[in-house]
């Protein structure tokens, strides 16, 4: 902990491992500080990942960790809560008080789903209450399914998820009332709307049952699909002046990010992001993707300098003690018949 690393890497998730991955294989010294706070933990499984599809989360990370190790990184648990620029690279302060030093950083600090505050929801997040139909569209398909509106997408949503099943019912919820356009296209794909607002998920066991309107009514379900709204984990990107920006998707805003070029090299010299933090609708294949790109940037990045030092110390002249020392070197290789 009291090296310099090349690298520290801010976050242990799929796109921190990746970047640390490839600059270990690159033989860069590579410290990753994992705060343990996955975005994916209560799901169990991850789709998409080519060859890893239904993968449970933990034993990716597990995996990668090992991966890391083995080219010579290191992992450790902790939180990064702020960073300053110092002596031509970077001071990471952890919540243990303990600081971590390095010449560039990669922040993968990832996503809150900030989630609608109904009873019960949150205990079914990731199980049976989900939002994106590509990580989950698959292990509901033909059931009972229900999207909540509550803002300006609900009806496109519903549209989306009628792709995997004919069972889906919009809850208008908190979001608007539909154009005549909308109630047109939801009749013609044989999506059922329920007006009034919803006020708790219902659950029995291990399963969430369905949703409870103002009413008193109970609309059964077999999954409830929500929009929550994507914030970055950006405090230590804020306490090096990088501020978040505003996120739209499909013209409606969906959260807040921090912003990056194409290989995710931000507008501080020296610091790069991956993963959720700058990309909010990143799939773990899509942030193990940006975190090579970003491991690959930095290592560019750090070669370039290596090289400018390199060079300068071979264009600085002798000083009278250096030039001493190589005669007499040269001497006593003489001596020595060498």
Known sequence: MDERYDVVVVGGGAAGLSGALALGRAR???LVVDGGRP?????DAMHNYLGRD???PGELLAAGRA???GYGGQVIPGEAVTARAEDGGFVVRLADGRDVRSRRLLVTTGLVDELPDLPGLRERWGADVLHCPYCHGWEVRDRAVGVLSTGPAGVLKALLWRQWTADVTLFLHTGPEPTDDEWEQLAARGIAVVTGEVTAVESAGDRLTGVRLASGRVVP????VVSPRFTARSAVLASLGLPVEPVEAMGHAVGSAVPSGPMGATAVPGVWVAGNVTDLMAQVVTAAAAGLQAGAAINADLMSEDVRQAVQERRAPFSPASERELCETVLGDRRHGI
């Open 67 to 69: 991966e890391v190790a």
């Open 54 to 56: 239904g993968t449970p």
């Open 39 to 43: 975005r994916n933990a209560p799901a």
């Open 221 to 224: 379900l077999d999954a409830l």
């Open 28 to 30: 860069r010294s590579v």
